[in-house]
């Protein structure tokens, strides 16, 4: 059974940990090798300052006191959205731990996230060539809402906005 909770700073260096070896495994067909070891370089300090005791949307995941993944929610920031929308903003799992069923798990902790906070809508932005994640959305109940948006990622990458009515 997984347990989520809000991170604190102690937690960081876990959150870093699970955040480039993800990236090194979902990514690496997709984002080039360079660019993922470039970010990877900065995920430690980068989760050093965003896990402070004020933390309110990034969550650890744990089994038995270990750190398998995390998942970060919020108010959107997409100003095309009304106040019924809450945000996925990212979850990712070490990839020792994919397709256990920890996503699933922690997308439902999302989802009563958003309900606590009165919200009705969730949305997700994807790497539209992530076809994995796309996949796993779409099974929690996602649709592309047709928004798109291009990053860069080491090249530009187009990217989806996915919603689910709550």
Known sequence: MIHI?????????????IHMRSWETAYRDIIPA???KEKNATRPALWESLITEENTRHHIILING????FLCVGPPQDEDLDKSFYDLQGLYLHPDYYRQ????QAMA???????????TNMIVWVLAEN??????????????DGTQQTREYGREHLIIRMRKKL
């Open 109 to 119: 902790f999302a989802y009563e996230k958003a309900r606590a906070s009165a919200k």
């Open 66 to 69: 270990q750190a398998v993944g």
């Open 131 to 144: 076809a994995n994640a796309i996949q796993f959305y779409e099974a929690c109940g996602f649709a592309a």
């Open 5 to 17: 909770r809000l991170a604190t700073p102690a937690d960081a260096p876990d959150m870093a940990e």
């Open 101 to 104: 069923g920890i996503g699933t």
């Open 34 to 36: 360079e660019y993922i």
